[in-house]
């Protein structure tokens, strides 16, 4: 099952997506992420990206379709994945659809997570983010443990370079001139279940859960 976890920055995708691929019993392929671990591992994806990320570009689309064809290639992504994040753009919706099509499969459902702009730059300039293994947090909803480090590895927790509110601002201006077009191109094509992203954790969990019959 090849599903979409849609919405502008902050909108909880990363938050849910765990909880979302373990019932749906597929990866979750986030491309921050990959691009987070590339510039914390200092490789040559890592120096090619992080002048996009830090001012709150979009990586350029050959280079995500790219990374993304790879991880698709892998074993554990062959009966599906959960995307986070990706497609980012209008000509990257059209590669993955190419992409999926040229094997004989399609995506199944997109849900698109839905938080007015002042509760998003309120959720990011408080996120703080594992350095290790990418786990995130909120100083007021969701903190780490008491000395600031991570409750799943233990590493230090710090806050993202991309989550000063400058950059902030700059990502959602992109998230509405690039990605918010997707949507109308994905309506065409799968279900979209347009669902609140507002509330707690547990609730957003299971108004997806419950949208795709999970
Ligand atoms: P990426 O890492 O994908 O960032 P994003 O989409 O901007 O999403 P975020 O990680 O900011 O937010 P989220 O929706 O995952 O929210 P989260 O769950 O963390 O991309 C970063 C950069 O990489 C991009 O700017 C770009 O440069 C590049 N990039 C990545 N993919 C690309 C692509 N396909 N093409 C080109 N470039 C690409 O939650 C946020 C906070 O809110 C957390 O603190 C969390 O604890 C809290 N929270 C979550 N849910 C709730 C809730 N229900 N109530 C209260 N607080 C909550």
């Known amino acids: 099952m090849f599903v979409l976890l849609f919405g502008p920055p902050g909108s909880g995708k990363g938050t ?9 019993g597929v990866p979750h392929v986030a491309t921050g992420d990959i691009f987070r671990k590339n510039l914390r591992e200092g490789t040559e994806l890592g120096q090619r990206v992080r002048g996009y990320m830090d001012r709150g ?12 064809g790879s991880r698709l290639e892998e074993q554990d992504a062959a009966g599906g994945v959960l995307f986070d994040g990706f497609p980012r753009s209008v000509p990257q919706l059209y590669w993955l659809i190419g992409h999926l099509g040229a094997g004989r ?3 199944s459902a997109v849900v698109n997570l839905q938080v007015p702009d002042q509760a998003i730059l309120a959720r990011i300039t408080g996120r703080r983010t594992c350095t290790n293994c990418g786990a995130t947090y909120h100083v007021v909803t969701a903190p780490p ?12 927790v710090v806050q993202r370079q991309d989550d000063a509110e400058a950059v902030v601002r700059d990502r959602l201006v992109a998230y509405r001139a690039q990605t918010f077009p997707c949507l109308a191109e994905l309506r065409d094509r799968v279900t979209v279940h347009d669902l609140s992203g507002e509330g707690a954790i547990d609730e957003v969990r299971r108004r997806i859960f ?3 019959a999970l």
């Open 105 to 107: 499969r399609t995506l």
């Open 210 to 212: 419950a949208a795709l």
């Open 16 to 24: 849910q997506a765990v909880a979302l691929a373990a019932r749906l």
């Open 145 to 156: 443990l008491a000395d600031g480090s991570c409750a799943r590895c233990g590493a230090a």
């Open 57 to 68: 570009a979009l990586v350029p689309d050959l280079v995500t379709c790219d990374l993304v």
